[in-house]
């Protein structure tokens, strides 16, 4: 089945700088690629995603790209604000069986 | 709309009983999905129900089950609680359609506590 690798698991960076995650996945016929923020003691909401025909999407602060050749796609996060700092998952889904795989989490915090 | 709803929302049990939860999609969803949510392990995919069957199955033990009813509702029943299953349990509900973005939304979970 598919294997959904996420990396770093835990990122810290300077309120106002970029941070940035990515993911790769074992399976081309992935075909969707959603990303959830995890706030402390809330559920996964979905934040953006992209589909296999798409190279990029943006979303005010926030895009993912895609690379199909190389089976990864990151999450760039721009002008990062203490309100940003929760865990991210990235998913993959289109594969064997049609269901999501998620990456194990990044654990992001913003220093004011 | 309302979103998807988890019940209960906290759970203490002790070795060896057997848990229900239950989870109501978001209306018009017609498929639920489970996750068992542990620190380090991200989300464990349990299994996924479309119109009362189910769809997918991931790697877990067989005291992990659960079924869908004609409302969409699901429940998810574990026997023989071990300490390992402490987790927090996620459903997602989605439409089910097998368009590219059918994308799945979260209940609030039920915080599994096994003594």
């Known amino acids: 089945g598919e294997n959904v690798e996420q990396h770093p698991s835990t990122l810290s960076v300077q309120e106002g700088d970029s941070a940035v995650i990515k993911c790769t996945y074992s399976?081309?016929?992935?075909?969707?690629f959603p990303w959830y923020k995890q706030e402390l003691g809330k559920r996964p909401q979905l934040i953006i995603d992209?589909?296999?025909?798409?190279g990029e999407k943006k979303d005010q602060r926030i895009a993912v790209t895609l690379n199909k050749t190389a089976k990864h796609f990151s999450l760039h996060i721009t002008e990062t604000q203490p309100e940003d700092s929760a865990v991210y998952f990235c998913?993959?889904?289109?594969?064997?069986?049609?269901?999501?795989?998620f990456g194990t989490g990044t654990s992001l915090t913003v220093i004011p | 709309k309302a979103g998807v709803t988890q019940t209960p929302r906290y759970l203490i049990k002790t070795r060896g009983q057997q848990v229900t939860l239950s989870c109501s999609p978001i209306s018009g969803h017609r498929s639920v999905s489970w996750y068992q949510q542990t620190p380090g392990q991200g989300l464990q995919f349990l299994f996924e129900y479309f119109s009362e069957t189910q769809r997918n199955k991931g790697n877990f033990p067989g005291r992990f089950s659960g079924r869908q009813f004609s409302n969409s509702r699901s429940e998810m029943n574990v026997s023989t609680l071990e300490l390992g299953d402490s987790a927090l349990y996620l459903c997602?509900?989605?439409?089910?359609?097998?368009?590219?973005?059918?994308?799945?939304?979260f209940g609030p979970g039920t915080r599994l506590t096994v003594l």
């Open positions: 997602a509900s989605s439409l089910g359609a097998l368009s590219i973005t059918d994308t799945q939304y």
């Open positions: 399976d081309s016929a992935s075909n969707y």
């Open positions: 992209i589909r296999s025909n798409v």
């Open positions: 998913a993959a889904k289109g594969g064997t069986g049609n269901q999501f795989y």
